[in-house]
């Protein structure tokens, strides 16, 4: 287990490509909500979303540490990867537990920029953080299953060609155990019948939607795995998640302390740098120390997965702590730019919008705590 490896050329491969797509490509996006296609295409053509997928099916087989410095990478040139991280991990699903047809049917086109895979769909409206009270249920007919419900927060569905879906395919009162019942289906979004995609408004620009299914049919060879053991599956998949999108938030860091860092070494008030104040340098000196911290955690997180060993409390770590470390960075540079934080032409406001999310989204600050509270330090459970 190493946590020595930087990834130096990709870091540099990616930084250039990021170049191509500075602030005022971001600032016109979000404005009119438009989803990045060219940097999303521009990624995918690079090799950067296959970085996962084994070179056996089209990709380069590279650690998760390297996938997390592309995606640290993108968020500190002042981009943002959501738009197609998701394709990163929730490829891992099909990849550890798809049959080998699945394999060779889906992976290679996902590596070659064919297919997207990029919408997860969990989430719903009524169950919330609490997945096992999912309601969308998919029930087998022949050749088929009918599936039925609503997901919400369904970021990229528009975006996607297929989708990652999870749900109840025995009712939650006929289960053995409580984590039984549910599976994993992956939809054709392009081919299925039955299935409306609405669009979300937000706060940021992140093309999420909801998905209403109406007996949409999904054929039976579509089901990973086994029927049932899908919550498994997908458990499986979230430290992977989590590391990725620690990344992300430690990438951000970067960005709101460089940029905080410039502005108040240039910005002259009362005939002084405003940097030369205690009370503006000190907020940047701790997010900073906050990033770092944060940093050391992704990277054992990374190693201890890269490794195979058990890092559900690194990867739990490192998300709780990047999130707070970016959050405190973004709120330094924010105030570090006084009224001129909020102008759309510095993107500080954008991408302390944008990074808010990471303390919501994909798990919650609380739900960690309680994983932490629980799993690690042995307390009562509380939900
Ligand atoms: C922009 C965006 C994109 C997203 N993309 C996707 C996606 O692509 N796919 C997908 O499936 N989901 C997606 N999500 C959903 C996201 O994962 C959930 O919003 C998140 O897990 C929280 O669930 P919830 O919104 O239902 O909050 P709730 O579960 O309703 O929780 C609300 C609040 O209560 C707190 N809370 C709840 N229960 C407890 C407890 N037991 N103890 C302490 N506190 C508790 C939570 O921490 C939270 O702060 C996205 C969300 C957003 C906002």
């Given at each position: 287990m190493t946590e020595a490896e930087d990834f130096q050329d990709i870091r540099d491969g990616v930084r250039a490509l990021c170049a191509r797509f500075p602030g005022s490509y971001w600032r016109v996006l979000d404005r009119e909500r438009r989803y990045p296609g060219d940097f999303v295409r521009a990624l995918t053509d690079a090799g950067y979303l296959a970085c996962l997928i084994p070179e056996a099916y089209g990709g380069s087989g590279l650690p998760l540490a390297a996938a997390a410095a592309v995606l640290e990478e993108i968020h500190k040139a002042g981009c943002n990867g959501a738009a197609c991280h998701a394709q990163m991990y929730t490829m891992g699903t099909i990849l550890k537990h798809g049959s080998e047809a699945q394999k060779q049917a889906y992976l290679p086109e996902i590596?070659?920029?064919?297919?997207?895979?990029?919408?997860?769909?969990?989430?719903?409206?009524?169950?919330?953080?609490?997945t096992l009270s999912l309601r969308t249920t998919a029930v087998r007919d022949?050749?088929?299953?009918?599936?039925?419900?609503?997901?919400?927060?369904?970021?990229?569905?528009?975006?996607s060609d297929l989708?990652?879906?999870?749900?109840?395919?025995?009712?939650?009162?006929?289960?053995?155990?409580?984590?039984?019942?549910?599976?994993?289906f992956l939809v054709d979004l392009r081919a299925t019948e039955g299935l409306e995609i609405r669009p979300i408004p937000t706060m940021i620009n992140h093309a999420t939607t909801e998905v209403f299914f109406s007996e949409a049919r999904v054929p039976a060879e579509n089901l990973i795995g086994e029927e049932g053991r899908g919550f498994r599956y997908i458990l499986d998949g979230m430290n992977a998640e989590r590391i990725l999108i620690a990344a992300e938030c430690l990438g951000d860091a970067r960005w709101f302390i460089?940029?905080?860092?410039?502005?108040?070494?240039?910005?002259?008030?009362?005939?002084?740098?405003?940097?030369?104040?205690?009370?503006?340098?000190?907020?940047?000196?701790?997010?900073?120390a906050q990033t770092e911290a944060a940093e050391l955690m992704i990277r054992k997180a990374a190693a201890r997965f890269d490794a195979g060993a058990a890092c559900g409390k690194e990867a739990n770590l490192a998300k709780l702590l990047a999130s707070e470390a970016s959050w405190a960075a973004g709120e330094a540079c924010l105030q570090s730019h006084g009224g001129f934080g909020f102008a759309e032409e510095y993107d500080v406001e954008r991408k302390w919008r944008e990074t808010r999310l990471y303390q919501i989204a994909p798990i919650s600050t609380n739900l960690i705590l309680s994983y932490l509270a629980e799993h690690v330090l042995g307390l009562p459970r509380s939900y």
């Open positions: 590596a070659a920029g064919r297919l997207r895979l990029q919408a997860f769909g969990v989430t719903e409206p009524t169950s919330g953080t609490d022949g050749g088929c299953y009918l599936v039925s419900g609503q997901k919400v927060w369904t970021s990229r569905a528009e975006h989708m990652l879906l999870l749900a109840r395919t025995t009712p939650k009162d006929q289960v053995q155990r409580k984590g039984e019942g549910l599976s994993v460089e940029t905080a860092g410039a502005y108040a070494k240039e910005r002259r008030v009362f005939d002084r740098p405003i940097g030369q104040n205690q009370g503006v340098q000190f907020p940047i000196a701790r997010a900073f």
